[in-house]
């Protein structure tokens, strides 16, 4: 479901049904720039940059895995718990180097 063109009109009279998906685009790249975001960054990826900051950030992944209306925390978890666990390996390295551990396997 797309948004109505006549959004911005006053008069409720002259609403027109939703808007085609033609003109979908050109408000995507619009929208895109006004938010800096980069060319190649489509719809789609939204709500995987959602779940993947909010996970970084510590969140609780029954709240993400909510949020995004995932079925089970164990599939958020399984698609987008990698990258946490590759940090939580840096973050382990980078900490057994502090103190004088060495590597971490």
């Not at 779940?51 to 895995?65: F, K, M, R």
Request: proline share 7%; charged share 30%.
């Amino acid at each position: 479901m797309f948004a109505r063109d006549a959004f911005k009109l006053r008069d409720v009279s002259k609403l027109e049904g939703p808007q085609g998906p033609e003109r979908v685009p050109a408000r995507w790249r619009t929208l895109r720039r006004r938010l800096g975001l980069p060319d190649d960054f489509r719809i789609h990826d939204w709500p995987a940059s959602l779940v993947t900051n909010d996970l970084d950030n510590g969140e609780n992944p029954v709240e993400v895995s909510a949020k995004v209306r995932h079925h089970s925390p164990g599939y958020t978890m399984a698609r987008y718990g990698k990258r946490r666990v590759e940090g939580a390996r840096t973050l382990a390295a980078s900490t057994a180097g502090r103190i004088g551990l060495g590597t971490v396997a």
